[in-house]
T-cell receptor, first 112, second 112 residues
């Protein structure tokens, strides 16, 4: 079946540090890939997405590239801020399905 | 436009009791989903409504869980009787025919 494996947390960084959260997936075919974020006290929000190989999703300074050859969708940000502290979830979905398959989430804490 | 709202935000009950979680989707969204995150693990799909019909309930863990969406508007998820392993965060999401899923803040359930 489909699965998503993401870097275990928690991750603690200083402000302006470089962030990478690894995500790899197991799936047949070509799913769409997503990063969701949950800020404290809020719901899950779509952060960025990529729908085909080599696509790069980007939003709020975050980027992730759909790598078919390595089945990966790593999340990166060049300079994190305290306000980026949240839980980040990698996920995939097939266009024919309506179920998102999520990874286990990575807690990020950014210290001033 | 109001987002997906869930109630209660947190419920603490004893094993064997009953809890009912409610989700109000975004107005006009026919698709409604329930997901849950148990013990800090991955978020898992429970079921999917299209209007008042259950499109896919393959993720429902057992018959102690009952979801309804009478009239195709809000949905309830009842757990009866609750067990310790049901503790977690229950997320609701809604979407139009094809498109992004919008999630609520989640309802945290603690079973003692």
């Amino acid at each position: 079946g489909n699965s998503v494996t993401q870097m275990e947390g928690p991750v603690t960084l200083s402000e302006e540090a470089f962030l990478t959260i690894n995500c790899t997936y197991t799936a047949t075919g070509y799913p769409s890939l997503f990063w969701y974020v949950q800020y404290p006290g809020e719901g899950l929000q779509l952060l960025l997405k990529a729908t085909k190989a080599d696509d790069k999703g980007s939003n709020k300074g975050f980027e992730a590239t759909y790598r078919k050859e390595t089945t990966s969708f790593h999340l990166e940000k060049g300079s994190v801020q305290v306000s980026d502290s949240a839980v980040y979830f990698c996920a995939l979905i097939y266009s024919s399905a309506r179920q998102l398959t999520f990874g286990s989430g990575t807690q990020l804490t950014v210290l001033p | 436009e109001a987002g997906v709202t869930q109630f209660p935000s947190h419920s603490v009950i004893e094993k064997g009791q009953t809890v009912t979680l409610r989700c109000d989707p975004i107005s006009g969204h026919d698709n409604l989903y329930w997901y849950r995150r148990v013990m800090g693990k991955e978020i898992k799909f429970l079921l999917h409504f299209v209007k008042e019909s259950k499109q896919d309930e393959s993720g429902m863990p057992n018959n102690r869980f009952l979801a309804e969406r009478t009239g195709g508007t809000y949905s309830t998820l009842k757990v009866q009787p609750a067990e310790l392993e049901d503790s977690g965060v229950y997320f609701c999401a809604s979407s139009r025919e094809v498109g992004e899923l919008f999630f609520g803040e989640g309802s945290r359930l603690t079973v003692l």
